[in-house]
């Protein structure tokens, strides 16, 4: 299970890195590799090549000491250099990838997860910026 714990601003300016950036985390018992982030129209079709910056990334173990004093293990993957090229109205869908090296064919990539962003509104002129909530 992967969650979204910080979401891309609601309003972006097309060409600019999105702040907050975007936080997935999941427990470390989660059975994936890595993540990878794709670009979607308000239909639902991937995008490509205009979602820019680091696309993919592995997961990153931090010990969480916060939950009734126990030490779990929380994995996060940031993506801190995203940016949106062109204005309009998108989400973003994160995917958790596990790699199969068992198969005859050579390795696999398996589509264990996915979690999609809210609405991001990019615009070609600036906006505000947006800070995160409390939660995130």
């Known amino acids: 299970m ?17 702040y907050p950036p975007l936080v997935i985390s999941s427990g470390s018992d989660a059975a994936y590799d890595f993540v990878q982030v794709v670009l979607l129209d308000p239909q639902g079709g991937v995008l490509e090549d205009q979602l820019h910056g680091t696309l993919s990334r592995s997961k990153t173990t931090l010990r969480d000491g916060s939950a009734s004093g126990s030490a779990d293990s929380v994995e996060y993957a940031t993506f801190p250099d995203l940016a949106i090229s062109y ?7 994160v995917n958790a990838i596990r790699m199969d090296y068992s198969s005859s064919d050579g390795a696999a990539a398996i589509l264990v997860a996915s979690v999609t962003t809210r609405e991001i509104y990019a615009y070609d002129q600036g906006v505000a910026p947006e800070i995160p909530s409390n939660g995130e």
Not at 8 to 18: D, I, N, R, S, Y
Not at 87 to 93: D, N, Q
Request: avoid cysteine.
């Open 2 to 18: 992967i969650n979204i714990e910080v979401q891309p601003p609601a309003q972006a300016q097309a060409g600019t890195v999105l």
């Open 87 to 93: 204005s309009g109205i998108y989400t973003i869908r």
